[in-house]
């Protein structure tokens, strides 16, 4: 393959996925730190209540769904779980805590981040279409780094004499994290 044909591949694929290599990149930063911060979401609204909770047994999932129907929330029910005294029930844009013993509690409402919740988005996706896009992506982005890496066709910098090096170190750092962290 002519050399001008590899870096013209190179770049035109580069711009092609520039905004979502930018868009995969920032929002699995921000996925790798979601169990410190909800980066999706954000708080719009934290409201006190005082409900009358019937006895542990009787707190079912049916039972959970209407209480946060009695409460005002119409969307969705994710899980609810009872745990050190504190019924907690988690809904798609709400979640409501509530002390069994003394009925005390709050609600507290989120709406998604602007932007930021739709390329977190592109990461849990499952639909067919995103599927294969994703698929494209990827064999894209092998091109992109093996164009990358014959790009340059004589001289110190070159593949064969530096860039295998740090292609092999780019591969073993990953590795040893898996294995010992």
Avoid: C
Wanted: glycine content about 8%.
């Amino acid at each position: 393959m002519k050399q001008t044909t590899i870096r013209n591949l190179h770049r035109d694929l580069g711009y092609f996925y520039i905004g979502l290599i930018i868009s995969f990149a920032f929002s699995g930063i921000m996925m790798n730190h979601r169990e410190s911060w909800h980066p999706e979401k954000y708080t719009v609204e934290t409201k006190a209540i005082q409900v009358s909770l019937p006895e542990e047994s009787l707190i079912t999932e049916k039972y959970a769904e209407e209480l946060g129907v009695t409460l005002g929330i119409d969307d969705k029910i994710r899980r609810h779980k009872i745990k050190d005294d504190l019924l907690k029930i988690s809904f798609e844009k709400h979640d409501v805590e509530i002390d069994i013993k003394t009925g005390k509690g709050e609600i507290v409402s989120f709406i998604k981040t602007p932007i930021i919740s739709q390329m977190m988005k592109l990461h849990k996706t499952t639909s067919n279409w995103w599927i294969y896009y994703g698929d494209i992506f990827g064999i894209s982005l092998i091109v992109i780094a093996i164009t990358g890496s014959i790009m340059i066709p004589a001289g110190k910098l070159t593949f064969k004499r530096r860039g295998w090096k740090l292609a092999l170190a780019g591969i073993i750092v990953p590795l040893l994290i898996l294995l010992f962290v």
